[in-house]
């Protein structure tokens, strides 16, 4: 039975990210992944007028439904570190296909700018935003230390608090990240990190000054000779 036309498109981007990943998006030939996907360059064109449209469809594969999932996990009226620990969970528990995605995205970016804006200005319209109101709604409430621009604040929640997931899940058994805890453990020591960082200050107590007792005598002051 032949398959149906309506399936052509997603076997070009499945062949696509097996061959992006071993052979680097410049390196690899549309014609075999065509090949690999059972049809022609044509209709690699017709879906994917420029490779580089091929590998943003590759990274929107999985990146939409991970958005989705960090959406459910950011928004909603509690308070914010337990939405923050939420969205941590998730990409601490990145499918393997995510994980191969970020590999590519990391190393793609670095080797093209053309592909790096691409990839931020698709971010700008999917996880920022979500951090970023989750960050503007933790100062509102007094979560989160309101003197800190929130830029920084961001950058700081993805380093202090996502990247060690991403990289315990990618490293696996590989030192030094084999020596962090996995899973909760770390999402929870990653959380307490990251609010000691960006968490409301607390003022210091005013220091105690010592007072004489009505009647006691003074220090004495050096005679003059």
Do not use: W
Not at 52 to 73: I, M, N, P, Q, T
Not at 187 to 202: Q, Y
Request: with cysteine; proline share 7%; aromatic share 6%.
């Amino acid at each position: 039975m032949a398959r149906p036309r309506t399936d052509i498109q997603p076997r070009i981007v499945r062949a696509a990210r097996s061959r992006f990943l071993a052979e680097g998006v410049d390196g690899a030939s549309l014609r075999n992944i065509a090949a690999d996907a059972g049809t022609n360059v044509g209709m690699v064109f017709y879906y994917f007028p420029t490779k580089d449209d091929l590998f943003l469809a590759v990274v929107e594969d999985v990146y939409a439904k991970l958005l989705g999932d960090l959406s459910a996990c950011l928004t909603g009226d509690v308070p914010v570190r337990e939405r923050l620990t939420k969205a941590l969970r998730r990409l601490a528990s990145a499918s393997d296909d995510e994980l191969e995605v970020v590999r590519l995205v990391a190393r793609e970016a670095l080797l093209s700018g053309e592909r790096f804006g691409r990839v931020l200005s698709r971010a700008r319209r999917g996880h920022v935003p979500l951090f970023l109101a989750a960050l503007e709604d933790g100062v509102r409430r007094g979560e989160i230390d309101a003197s800190v621009p929130l830029p920084l604040l961001f950058v700081t929640t993805l380093g202090v608090g996502g990247l060690p997931q991403l990289l315990r899940r990618a490293a696996g058994d590989a030192p030094p990240f084999s020596l962090l805890p996995a899973g909760d453990a770390l999402v929870e020591a990653s959380v307490e990190m990251l609010f000691r960082a960006i968490g409301p200050r607390t003022r210091a107590a005013p220091a105690r000054v010592a007072r004489r007792a009505p009647g006691a005598a003074g220090p004495r002051k050096p005679r003059r000779r």
